[in-house]
């Protein structure tokens, strides 16, 4: 049906623009797009002419008949639309399908619908440009996007989830919190965290460490770059070098940024003879990487080109790896929690077509992330043939409060590396062995680990998140010197407090406070000092009995120890 309306919406824009040139017009997740290429830009102002028309069509409820024609009558047939002579040639097949309804007839395999009429509930959200086959050196065309629904509920109910998914754009409420930057100067994909993002950051990795090392883990830190040489070893100027940035050259040599963690990683295994008794040795890192990515894709802290991974790498014995697997799933189930997160779907890539290892390495691998998926009781799906060349992987995808899905997890087994780096162990025979290795991103990234944060919560962070925890209000200047002294001890018990101490009106400063989802703000004046206690009022304007700042501070520190 979807699909379906995006010929729908062709054939409307086709009567109001007869020189229109067609791109393509897929469905997509909950609607579907058409790319034009127009005499004149269109305006939001068009979207409900196009509608309308599209509602006509809809009414007339017109066939969509499938024919096969002919290259020599395709190419007759679209000899005015230059983007379709461009997709007959590219087809290999003799005989090529066509759809028609109306006055439109596109080059396309469907299926559709039987008629215009079947498409019930549908509207169009918006116009963006888009680079023809999504390449800048390609002509820029005009991208019509729409959804559709079966019933009016459901569509209703799709653009009440997109008002409050804008609400909670991290870009926006980067911004309005004052947590991130990704200046233009700097150039695209890069970012820079404030103090308030910071504070966030530095929250989550003292989490982050004290939760790996408390689980058998030990940190490694390793350089931004790194020599040709280990790059060829690890293949990753092979199969990878797309995606890495240009060397740069260094007394004659020339050095790579690192596009991933796991060279130093193996370096660091090989500076030892490790005998089995060693294993398993888990290493993590957070991780700074840099990875090309075209200017077009960049999204404020989901599609980045300098990112911090929290890597690991696992390395242990063959008959180790079940039992890691598992423990790796269980501490990743484990970290997400603490986040608030609770609802997952696991997703298992296997063997593509292209890969290296034994069939039974395979086997073995992809059965044993089958085994610790069925024991944690995990809804999973399998990625037939969507695995790495160098072994299958598990990915989580964590939902947020909106019901959305986000990638973060992967846990991959890599039977690559360890041959590449020919890393050995010295088992119980007195033979050298090769080790297995798993990598794992729990997760994932730090900035779309953020962007997820903040979008989940609407900026609105549990308390041991929050950048800024409790606001200190004084009412007039001649309470700003107890205010102080409440930051002061507030401080001193690690609770992250601050004196807002511009002398506008009270009311203001909360209004001020509660904008920015600072959760606690006390009030302090007359009455407070001399009765020795204060007031608070959570961000979402509950006000809380008066009381001693000591029984206040009791409930924040419980609070913050409890991550809620
Ligand atoms: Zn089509
Ligand atoms: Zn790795």
Redesign the pocket.
Same mark, same amino acid.
């Given at each position: 049906m979807r699909h379906s309306a995006s010929h729908v919406m062709a054939e409307a824009v086709l009567s109001l623009f007869p020189d229109v040139k067609f791109g393509i017009g897929p469905a997509i997740e909950d609607g579907f797009y058409y790319d034009f290429d127009l005499p004149r830009t269109l305006t939001p102002d068009d979207l409900p002419v196009i509608e309308e028309k599209m509602r006509e069509i809809i009414k007339a409820d017109l066939p969509f008949s499938h024919r096969e024609i002919t290259r020599a009558e395709a190419r007759k047939l679209f000899a005015s639309q230059p983007y379709k002579l461009e997709l007959i040639k590219e087809i290999p097949d003799e005989k090529l399908g066509i759809y028609e309804q109306g006055k439109f007839v596109d080059l396309c395999r469907g299926p559709h619908v039987n008629s215009t009429g079947e498409i019930k509930a549908f509207k169009l959200s918006n116009i963006a440009g888009a680079y023809w086959r999504g390449n800048e050196r390609f002509p820029m065309l005009q991208r019509i996007y729409g959804t559709a629904f079966n019933t009016q509920k459901e569509l209703d109910e799709h653009e009440t989830l997109i008002e409050e998914a804008k609400k909670r754009d991290h870009r926006k409420l980067g911004k309005e919190l004052d947590l991130f930057l990704t200046p233009e100067e700097i150039g695209g994909g890069l970012v820079i965290y404030t103090p308030r993002g910071g504070r966030i950051r530095t929250v989550v990795e003292d989490f982050w460490r004290q939760e790996h090392f408390a689980n058998g883990y030990e940190i490694l830190y390793t350089p931004h770059i790194g020599l040709s040489n280990l790059w060829q070893t690890s293949g990753h100027l092979d199969f990878y070098q797309e995606n890495m940035y240009s060397p740069i050259t260094i007394d004659e040599q020339e050095y790579y940024l690192k596009p991933?963690?796991?060279p130093f990683h193996m370096l660091a295994y090989k500076s030892q003879i490790r005998s089995y008794r060693d294993l398993p040795l888990r290493w993590a890192e957070l991780g700074t990487v840099y990875r090309y990515e075209r200017s077009g894709v960049l999204l404020g802290l989901l599609r980045v080109r300098g990112f911090t991974q929290d890597?690991a =790498?696992i390395i242990c014995t063959p008959e180790q790896v079940n039992s890691e697997l598992s423990e790796v799933l269980r501490f990743s189930l484990h970290m997400w929690q603490a986040f608030g997160f609770h609802k997952y779907k696991v997703y298992l890539s296997t063997k593509p077509e292209k890969s290296i290892g034994t069939k039974k390495m395979w086997q073995d691998a992809e059965n044993a992330l089958r085994t610790v998926i069925d024991e944690n009781k995990l809804d999973y799906e399998v990625d037939e043939g969507g695995g790495a060349f160098y072994g299958p992987k598990i990915d989580l995808k964590i939902e947020d409060a909106l019901g959305r899905e986000w990638q973060m997890t992967t846990i991959q087994f890599d039977f690559n590396l360890p041959e590449r780096f020919d890393m050995v162990y010295i088992g119980a025979d007195g033979q050298e062995h090769r080790p297995y290795m798993i =990598?794992r991103a729990l997760l994932g990234a730090w900035e779309r680990f953020f962007g997820l944060l903040i979008e989940h919560y609407a900026g609105a962070f549990p308390v041991w998140l929050a950048p800024v925890q409790v606001k200190i209000i004084p009412i007039a200047d001649r309470h700003i010197e107890h205010a102080r002294k409440i930051e002061k001890k507030m401080k001193s018990r690690g609770v992250r407090a601050e004196v807002d101490d511009r002398s506008e009106r009270m009311n203001l400063k909360i209004r001020q406070a509660q904008l920015i989802k600072i959760p606690y703000m006390l009030v302090i004046g007359d009455k407070e000092i001399a009765d020795n206690y204060v007031s608070v009022r959570r961000r979402n304007g509950e006000q809380l009995p008066a009381q001693p700042l000591a029984d206040f501070l009791k409930m924040l520190t419980k609070e913050i120890a409890d991550k809620v």
């Open positions: 991933m963690n796991c890597d =790498h =990598h």
